[in-house]
């Protein structure tokens, strides 16, 4: 909070992404100061939640479709993605998670 306390009392009057690890004080925080704000999870901490959720046994294969997955440039190709996966609960999930898709990285 006091991070975000002392971007605003240095005149900020919007932040236009937070990328959050998912911690529930940064998004209480950040809902409270700037609430119109949008909100990206890391993918890299998302990918290691996701990768610690499943068997050692089938993390390497896990790992290959979610690149795909953060590969797309819309949240409707990551949907399409894992519906060609085959999993639609996790494509469920992501209209509601994710209020903005991250960018492709580009290289220069």
Do not use: Y
Request: charged share 30%.
């Amino acid at each position: 909070m006091s991070v975000l306390e002392d971007l605003r009392g240095r005149g900020a009057t919007q932040v236009d992404l937070l990328v959050t690890d998912g911690h529930d004080g940064r998004l209480s925080a950040v809902t409270e100061l700037f609430p119109a704000t949008p909100l990206q999870r890391c993918l890299l901490h998302k990918q290691r939640n996701v990768l610690n959720a499943v068997p050692r046994r089938v993390r390497r294969e896990v790992e290959v479709e979610l690149l795909g997955i953060w590969d797309q440039s819309t949240k409707e190709g990551a949907v399409t993605q894992l519906a060609a996966d085959h999993q639609p609960n996790m494509a469920s999930s992501i209209p509601r998670r994710c209020t903005v898709w991250p960018r492709k990285k580009t290289r220069r």
